[in-house]
């Protein structure tokens, strides 16, 4: 490793070379700083580790999971210099999107990159292709290994970059790792990385505290002092959601008797329901929410029983036409929207390995019943019974009751 990246290594919070392109946000390229007081998860960054020996590391799970967290904690610690780029909306456009990626690069060194980026910076730049084949080609001439972060990867919606991000990640030069956080899975080949042994993934079960993580965050972190049945029965109900626990934890702050808090801890909690309206409900199409809250009465979610209960064709067997919620073309296919919410991160955890059945995170499913209980009483009503007549007519009596 050479001086200038020991350097930025240990002084991550300031930029070791100035960024060249003056429009740019500098503090988009900070590295976060690790947390005073965290828990440690050697496990994570051992996998972290072990991952630089592929071209990508993938971090996708849902928000509150401590993705930026965890990235923060391993990197002061990494064998390999790392570099930094926060996304944000306004780099759906691929021109800002590169002099970004490019800017990150020039925090190791300020003349890595500059051809790539007197191209893009033309008044009629050549096309992105050869724009990237010069960029790979200066990254394999840089002398040391590394790692680029993309952090909030989801916000990024644009083809262009999605296929030019794989174009680079096809060509890697092998001094170079990517690692992306995302909340939801990109849209990059993946199968194809993940086949070739390419690719690592943490997931959220992968990120979820354990028991005794829980443990050491509520007592040592947040000094609450629970007892172990206390701490278990949380543990359950927030199933290691790392902003769950913490979000439960302020709610329990000057509170007497914090067991019976515990007992009835759910989704609808004032802080949980501001956290999970503001960074998730909120931020989905209104098809999405609608598909969200309907299906938010079953325990279990299949293709066909959420086609049956929101009436998509096909599923109602016949079932008058109720006067509830007006749902887009796209929920017509319940089988695929629920293989999109798994992709996306959306709270919902599979239950097989066929991608037939799945169920909410319990404290989510809380959220939307209780958003659903806001609708006039009848809606419920008419799902619940589209939802005892699809299980009464496929032999499932005991869940039709």
């Not at 296929?163 to 939801?184: D, G």
């Amino acid at each position: 490793m050479s001086d200038s990246c020991y350097f930025y290594r240990m002084k991550h919070d300031r930029p070791n070379n100035p960024v060249s392109q003056s429009a740019l946000l500098t503090t988009k390229l900070y590295i976060p700083r690790a947390l005073a007081e965290f828990v440690p998860r050697p496990h994570l960054a051992q996998r972290l580790n072990q991952g630089l020996s592929c071209k990508l590391t993938l971090i996708s799970a849902p928000a509150g999971f401590g993705k930026t967290t965890l990235l923060g904690e391993w990197i002061p610690h990494s064998p390999r210099c790392i570099t930094w780029v926060s996304l944000d909306h306004g780099d759906n456009d691929p021109m800002r999107f590169w002099s970004y990626f490019i800017a990150g690069l020039q925090m190791l060194q300020s003349s890595l990159g500059e051809k790539a980026h007197a191209l893009i910076t033309e008044a009629q730049p050549p096309p992105l292709e050869f724009v990237l084949t010069t960029l790979v080609n200066e990254i394999a001439a840089f002398p040391d290994t590394f790692a680029l972060v993309l952090d909030d990867y989801h916000v990024i919606a644009a083809p262009q970059i999605h296929q030019s991000l794989a174009f680079m990640l096809e060509h890697l030069p092998r001094n170079m790792h990517l690692i992306i956080a995302s909340r939801s899975d990109p849209a990059l080949p993946l199968a194809r990385w993940r086949a070739r042994r390419e690719m690592t993934e943490l997931r959220a079960h992968d990120l979820r505290f354990t028991r005794s993580e829980s443990t050491a965050f509520l007592n040592e972190v947040m000094k609450i002092g629970l007892a172990e049945n206390d701490i278990a029965a949380l543990e359950h109900r927030t199933e290691g959601w790392i902003a769950g626990l913490q979000l439960a934890a302020l709610s329990m702050q000057g509170r007497n008797d914090v067991s019976a808090f515990i007992r009835a801890f759910t989704g609808d909690d004032r802080y949980i329901l501001d956290y999970l309206i503001e960074e998730v409900f909120r931020r989905q199409p209104e098809h999405i929410q609608n598909f969200l809250l309907q299906t938010s009465i079953l325990e279990r979610l299949c293709g066909s029983l959420c086609d049956a209960v929101l009436h998509a064709e096909g599923g109602g067997h016949g079932a008058q036409e109720p006067a509830v919620f007006h749902s887009q073309s796209t929920l017509h296919d319940s089988q695929s929207m629920l293989e999109h919410l798994e992709r996306a991160n959306l709270f919902i955890v599979p239950l097989d390995d066929k991608r037939q059945w799945y169920r909410y995170h319990h404290l989510f499913a809380d959220l939307l019943r209780f958003r659903l209980q806001q609708q006039k009483s009848g809606t419920r009503r008419e799902l619940h019974l589209r939802a005892s007549l699809w299980h009464e007519q496929n032999g499932l009596f005991s869940q039709a009751i």
